[in-house]
C-alpha cells in the first residue's frame, strides 16, 4: 500500500511569545511556535541554526518543526525563517526583499 503525501496548507507561523524581531544579540536557542490564526495553542518549535551576518542587529535563522494534525507526527518545514514584524518569514524571500529596500 503506498501512503499518500499531503501537501501542508500554506500557514503563518508566529513566535509563542511576542517578539518583533529575533536578532543575533537576542537570540534564542529554542522558540515555541503557534499558528497566527490561533495564538493560544502551540504547534511547534523553532530552531536557530545560524544568523543573517556578524553583527548584533543581524537576524537569527530558524528551521521550524511543526505538528501536523491533533497527532504527534512532526514534520520539519523545509524552509529557513527569520523572524521580522512578529512573524516567521521565509529566509530566501527575506533576502530578496531585503536587497530591494
Sequence with gaps: MERQIRPLPQLTYIPAI???Q???KHAMGKV???QADAP???CGIAR???YTGKHDNDLAIY???VKIDQGSSV???PNLFVVE???FIDYEQWCLNSKTI
Excluded: E, P, Q
Design 48 to 50: 536557530r541554526i545560524g
Design 63 to 65: 528551521r521550524l518543526k
Design 40 to 42: 493560544d495553542r502551540i
Design 75 to 77: 514534520v520539519t518545514l
Design 22 to 24: 529575533i536578532t543575533a
Design 18 to 20: 511576542s517578539i518583533n
Design 32 to 34: 515555541f511556535i503557534v
Design 85 to 87: 514584524g512578529g512573524m
